[in-house]
Nanobody
Framework: EVQLQASGGGLVRAGGSLRLSCVVS????????IAWFRQAPGKEREGVSC????????FYASFDEDRFTMSRDPAKNTVYLQIDSLKPEDTAVYYC???????????????WGQGTLVTVSS
């Protein structure tokens, strides 16, 4: 059973930083990818970043503007999303997800977990 547990959200002032964490479990082998998504109020969910476990390739959405950094600690089965220079428009529920397939793409993710809320005040 795939389990995804995101944490680390909170209320931050614009310009601040946050590091989100997600514990991922339930996958066999290393032929899978993990991604961060976010859903702002009234908007559709959108991909933020994707990382392949086997090859270690990382992909970011075009809006990321180098403010987002995704990393992984295999020993802890945890991935992180560092967000710097936070903006009010980054306010959203952030979800992590994972699926089989060693390729970077925001397609094919179906398991979402409960997400973690990031609120950025101006």
């Amino acid at each position: 059973e795939v389990q995804l547990q995101a944490s680390g959200g909170g209320l931050v002032r614009a310009g601040g930083s946050l590091r989100l964490s997600c514990v991922v479990s339930g996958f066999t082998g290393d032929d899978y990818a993990i991604a961060w998504f976010r859903q702002a109020p009234g908007k559709e969910r959108e991909g933020v970043s994707c990382l392949t476990v086997r090859s270690g390739t990382t992909f970011y959405a075009s809006f990321d503007e180098d403010r987002f950094t995704m990393s992984r600690d295999p020993a802890k089965n945890t991935v992180y999303l560092q967000i710097d220079s936070l903006k009010p428009e980054d306010t959203a529920v952030y979800y992590c997800s994972a699926r089989y397939g060693d390729y970077v793409s925001f397609e094919g993710f179906d398991d979402w977990g409960q997400g973690t809320l990031v609120t950025v005040s101006s």
